[in-house]
């Protein structure tokens, strides 16, 4: 048994590409995400020990229990790419891509096609955990690659057997995309058949959702993308209400202004570079928006933020027009 699923509901933050870097890992750790997994990594990548692909394992301490996820279509490769993650990164476990639906991934054969391909993901999860026993692996699939083809099941005994120890099962299929309502009657029928942990994703969007799914479908964990990229501060509220079972109020304005600003701050440390950070904050400027007054003004002006100095500006403008509404 991994030891976050010891008596315990562990929530958490799914990788999301462009999205889960370490600054806003570090930010989601804060607020009550109890299990990281990077962003996924292509194998291919590691193999050739290109340095942009690096990059995106940086991590820090805080943010342990840390996983590293690869993506890729060659056992070889993502098993030789494993054991140099763990060689140089030393995370607390390799969590293997079995459910992206991006055309770029799936075209190399990498992510949901394998979803088709039974017998080679077979292959490369068996040999990861091979190649770095006894550290854990665990893996993230969705239900299926189409309506027709839901074969969730079959393929959780078969990572199972293979040894892997916990699974992530997006309620979707590959052709759904993130369009459409996630299935928690296929990840509750996964729960069912494997004796590993099971952790469901897919519109968790409030603590009630959370709760809902822990009391009906015989999950161990659940991971949360969308609603976390809106409002990390969703994992708060989360653990509060499954505390207490009363609610949490959002935060208020100025705090949220306080984070978005914090966010771009570390941002800016990690990367260096105001404008480039600035610029490659526009996208989680724009999902920090949603909720937010005059959400359609803010993503107007997002759009072309450069400095925190133009943050600040628009932060203090938006705060003015809410209390004056008020």
Known sequence: MLPWFDGKFPLYLAPMAGVTDTTFRQL????????????FVSAEGIFRRNERTMEYLDFEEAERPLGVQLFGGDPDHLGEAAKIVCEWKRPDFIDINFGCPVSKVVS???????????????????????????LPVTAKIRIGWSADTVNATTTARIL???????????????????SGLANWDVIAEVAATVK???????DIITPQDVELRRRTTGVSGIMIGRAAMQH??????????????????????????????RHCANEIARMGSELHAMQSMRTQLMAYSRGMPDAKRLRERFTRVESLAQLDDIAAENMRAHETEK
């Not at 989601?28 to 962003?39: H, I, L, Q």
């Not at 190399?108 to 006894?134: F, H, Q, T, W």
């Not at 989360?238 to 949490?248: D, E, P, R, V």
């Open 28 to 39: 989601c750790k804060e607020y009550g995400a109890d299990v990281m997994v990077t962003e």
């Open 108 to 134: 190399k054969n990498g992510g949901s096609s394998l979803l088709r391909d039974c017998p080679l993901l077979e292959r490369i999860a068996s040999a990861i955990v091979k190649a770095v026993a006894p």
């Open 160 to 178: 199972e057997g293979c040894g892997i120890q916990a699974l992530a099962v997006h309620g979707r299929t590959k052709e759904q995309g993130y």
């Open 196 to 202: 590993i942990p099971v952790i469901g994703n897919g």
């Open 232 to 261: 990390p501060w969703v994992f708060r509220q989360i653990k509060h209400f499954l505390a207490t079972g009363t609610h949490l109020p959002p935060p208020p304005l100025p705090e949220i202004w306080a984070h978005v600003r």
